[in-house]
């Protein structure tokens, strides 16, 4: 059961808004990589409330709604596949963090971010490795960043049908491989990722 003990002792040291950050999307061949930011309410944590890895796809859903409705403010981004080639996903993924973190309507004074790496952010921040099992807010951005790439994932199924991605969501699985070398590359696939289809030839 997850508490705010962590965002409790950041504002006994004087922080006054926090905000947690995670991403989704970093391992797919395919697709933007999408980040959020999100603000809870002190003491609030939806019922069921968990890294969203954790949880079936109905009730990320249903968290997701609450989340929105429940937050004093967040923040959904990307960083784009052009972004992601030109940059790698590393700091892509940064980049839509901090996109993320800049469309709160609220300003924090302080990001905990999920993950090892915390830098080049425009306020205070602080990683946090496991964080979606350990800070409410960053598995409310855990949630509000899946649901949003795995909605993304169906309209891209519906532009680029071939390829599956509403099923695996872009994931390297065997058909995703398969329709790959079936069909080559889409302009949505992530040149850097899929270098192994060079090798081949």
Do not use: W
């Amino acid at each position: 059961m997850l508490d705010d003990s962590l965002e409790q002792s950041f504002h006994q040291k004087g922080y006054r808004v926090i905000c947690g950050v995670d991403e989704a999307g970093r391992g797919p061949l395919c697709g933007p990589v999408y980040a959020a930011a999100c603000i809870l309410p002190e003491g609030y944590i939806p019922e069921g409330l968990n890294d969203s890895k954790k949880l079936s796809p109905k009730k990320r859903d249903l968290l997701f709604d609450q989340i929105r409705e429940n937050a004093i403010s967040y923040s959904i981004a990307e960083a784009s596949v052009e972004e992601i080639d030109q940059l790698n996903i590393l700091e892509a993924d940064l980049l839509a963090m901090r996109r993320a973190i800049e469309g709160l309507s609220i300003k924090p004074d302080l990001a905990l971010i999920d993950g090892n790496i915390a830098r080049d952010f425009p306020i205070d921040a602080v990683a946090v490795i496991g964080g979606d099992a350990k800070s409410p807010s960053i598995a409310a951005a855990s949630i509000l960043a899946k649901v949003a790439r795995d909605r993304a994932c169906i309209e891209l199924d519906r532009l680029y049908p071939e390829y599956g991605i509403a099923k695996h969501k872009g994931y390297g699985t065997k058909a995703h491989m398969e329709a790959l070398r079936k069909y080559g590359p889409s302009p949505i696939h992530r040149k850097l990722f899929i270098r192994f289809l060079d090798e081949k030839k």
